[in-house]
Nanobody, 115 residues
Framework: QVQLVESGGGLVQPGGSLKLSCAASRSIFSFYTMAWYRQAPGKQRELVANIISRGATNYADSVKGRFTISSDNAKNTVYLQMNNLKPEDTAVYYC?????????WGQGTLVTVSS
């Protein structure tokens, strides 16, 4: 089983920044898409951003201009740089990877945006 491990969550004030990391146990070239999702208490899990094998990226409207997804293939790691954080960004953030034959989820990392 491929493993994904998220890190970087924590408490941040509104307007602050955090950078989340998702480390994969094998080359991320194996995956068609890697993505960040988030789920706030009592709400559905939603797609935040994804990056496909060709390098194209997509973002939820709510985070466009504030969040950036990127990858470091040498480190088998995907990142989510989150800037100008808002209280509504508070959620558990999950890394997701999809290949032809499998889909993998990380355990999640909690981001809390509060003053």
């Amino acid at each position: 089983q491929v493993q994904l491990v998220e890190s970087g969550g924590g408490l941040v004030q509104p307007g602050g920044s955090l950078k989340l990391s998702c480390a994969a146990s094998r080359s991320i070239f194996s995956f068609y898409t890697m993505a960040w999702y988030r789920q706030a208490p009592g709400k559905q899990r939603e797609l935040v951003a994804n990056i496909i094998s060709r390098g194209a990226t997509n973002y939820a409207d709510s985070v466009k201009g504030r969040f950036t997804i990127s990858s470091d293939n040498a480190k088998n790691t995907v990142y989510l740089q989150m800037n100008n954080l808002k209280p509504e960004d508070t959620a558990v953030y999950y890394c997701n990877a999809v290949s032809v034959v499998l889909e993998v989820w990380g355990q999640g990392t909690l981001v809390t945006v509060s003053s």
